[in-house]
């Protein structure tokens, strides 16, 4: 079975069954896309579906399937994870390079957020439970791993400013700009499925964006359109983009 098609099944097992308990019933995280094919899959069995990923700028968020008239509920939990950044720098790419050789399925986790010397991480219960256990490395850095009692205080994660010229707001424009790449190789990186516009798969390189729009790209990060000035006398745009490396 294709992943997408084990990821619509699961969604869809999830609303029949709080349709049928008549009671909130918290499945697993999605991101994206995955939101709609949640959504069509509560339209389907006649319930309601929200999302909480635990703090104001997620992106991975938990599932919760409802009776219209009741509240969702959700059983996500905080991680905190250690280590000594005296003696060595652990990334975000490290950490989640780390957890996923655990072998654990994706969906069991939210957003990771890293800072220096600690970072935090939305997880269900039970895979959480294992974390501290079997979680003690990352790449070769040794880290602990601990339940928090409460939500961590959380702000968005902020990038890093480019500003630029370019000759539309088109994707392919937008993304090579960001990626400090050609436009043909930015074409190539989008007709590969490895881009997102604000969470959702997208394969048009024309694509025009407007001011605020999220590029997500696989193994690279993010790229906010922050600013789109006046066209040049040389009828290109000034842009301002927020560049989130992994």
């Not at 959380?154 to 400013?161: A, I, N, S, V």
Request: with cysteine; glycine share 8%; net charge neutral.
């Amino acid at each position: 079975m294709r992943t997408e098609d084990g990821l619509l099944l699961r969604l869809r097992q999830e609303a029949m069954r709080a349709d049928k308990l008549m009671r909130p019933c918290p499945g697993r995280f999605v991101a994206g896309e995955e939101q709609g094919q949640a959504r069509a899959a509560a339209r389907e069995a006649g319930v309601a579906v929200s999302f909480s990923g635990g703090w104001a700028g997620c992106e991975r968020v938990q599932a919760c399937f409802h009776p219209p008239e009741d509240e969702p509920v959700y059983t996500h939990v905080w991680l905190e994870i250690r280590w000594n950044s005296k003696f060595a720098a652990v990334t975000h790419s490290d950490l989640m390079g780390s957890l996923m050789a655990l072998g654990i399925d994706r969906s069991y986790f939210g957003d990771l957020i890293a800072g220096d010397g600690q970072a935090w991480l939305c997880a269900l219960p039970e895979a959480a439970r294992r974390l501290p256990m079997e979680w003690d490395k990352a790449g070769r850095i040794a880290i602990t791993v601990r339940e928090l009692e409460e939500a961590p205080a959380l702000e968005p994660p902020k990038g890093t400013l480019l500003r630029d010229t370019v000759p539309s707001t088109r994707l392919d424009c937008l993304l090579a700009s960001g990626m400090k790449t050609s436009r043909s190789k930015a074409a190539e990186i989008i007709r590969q499925g490895l881009v997102m516009v604000d969470h959702q798969a997208e394969e048009r390189v024309d694509k025009l964006l407007t001011a605020g729009q999220l590029i997500s790209v696989r193994h690279f990060g993010r790229i906010r359109l922050q600013e789109v000035g006046h066209p040049t006398r040389k009828d290109r745009l000034p842009v301002v983009l927020e560049i989130f490396g992994k």
